[in-house]
């Protein structure tokens, strides 16, 4: 690639840097922050893998390509290999002065792939980091209930060929509202220090033909979500009534036992919905260790 040879690169960012920590020569540069969308399914997700495609990857070529040299951004939500975004955050610094915020939405959707889209551009506080400033992260589960559903729809939705009981299956989504220890519903290889989260919103509903599970919370554990809709899918099965669905998932929920969760739902029914910032009510502030798993 080649480069201004009167170019003076400013010093990249690294995605790993404390959320603190900014650019020498800040008063050159802007951060640009982001809205992006995306069709998850031929992803390894959003992070960089050294083995498989990702929408980090996909978004840094983009924007190095336009900048002519290196460019590293951050993401609000770590979301897994199939799950979908419509409302990923990502922000970056850029030392290109001559394109105003809002038109990197157009420069970089004609350097990106059919299944990412860059939504909106904005630029941000100097020190605005789309992770460690993010208050909450809303969460989108879709199931695709009974008949004989399009491939179009599967790619998007889970399908379950019978209609749940909405009332047991609410009943079951209240009992993981306000601050909880998520361990039985956290993957095994989770890292995080604490298995501790605080959720705000859980919710089913139904928005025309599908089911939509809605969960809103500070961060999340690695396929907690996916983790919370296979169980609860499974319980209301069974589950006598909604009383009785609450009283097992209750039982689940406090047992701290993974072993006792049901089957993880597949990825391609998940969507980040959308990111808010703003005050951090419940968790640490800026907290740099923070996970954001989807």
């Not at 995080?192 to 599970?213: A, D, M, N, Q, T």
């Amino acid at each position: 690639m080649q480069q201004n040879p009167d170019f003076q690169q400013p010093p990249v960012p690294k995605a790993s840097a404390r959320p603190d920590s900014m650019p020498s020569r800040a008063s050159t540069l802007r951060t640009i922050k982001l809205v992006l969308a995306y069709d998850g399914t031929d992803f390894s997700g959003w992070q960089r893998q050294k083995n498989g495609r990702s929408v980090q990857e996909e978004l840094e070529k983009a924007l190095s390509k336009m900048h002519g040299h290196e460019i590293r951004v951050n993401g609000a939500g770590r979301t897994d290999a199939g799950v979908h975004a419509m409302g990923q955050v990502a922000s970056f610094y850029t030392d290109i002065q001559s394109i105003p915020a809002d038109r990197f939405t157009l420069a970089l959707n004609k350097l990106m792939p059919r299944d990412v889209r860059v939504l909106s551009s904005e630029e941000a506080p100097a020190d605005f980091h789309a992770r460690f400033d993010a208050s909450l992260r809303r969460y989108r589960y879709f199931l695709v209930c009974g008949g004989t559903p399009d491939p179009f729809a599967l790619r998007c939705a889970h399908f379950v060929p019978y209609y749940p009981r909405v009332a047991v299956l609410n009943a079951m989504a209240a009992v993981v509202l306000g601050e909880h220890d998520f361990s039985t519903f956290a993957s095994a290889q989770d890292k995080s220090p604490s298995r501790s989260r605080h959720i705000s919103e859980s919710v089913f509903f139904f928005e025309g033909e599908k089911l939509v599970y809605q969960i809103a919370g500070n961060a999340f554990l690695w396929k907690q979500v996916r983790s919370l809709v296979g169980t609860m899918l499974e319980l209301e099965r069974i589950a006598e009534s909604p009383a009785h669905g609450e009283s097992l998932m209750r039982e689940l929920l406090d047992s701290r036992d993974r072993s006792k969760a049901g089957a993880t739902a597949p990825a391609c029914g998940l969507f980040l919905w959308n990111v808010e910032y703003g005050q951090r009510v419940h968790g640490h502030p800026r907290r740099h260790s923070e996970e954001a798993y989807g």
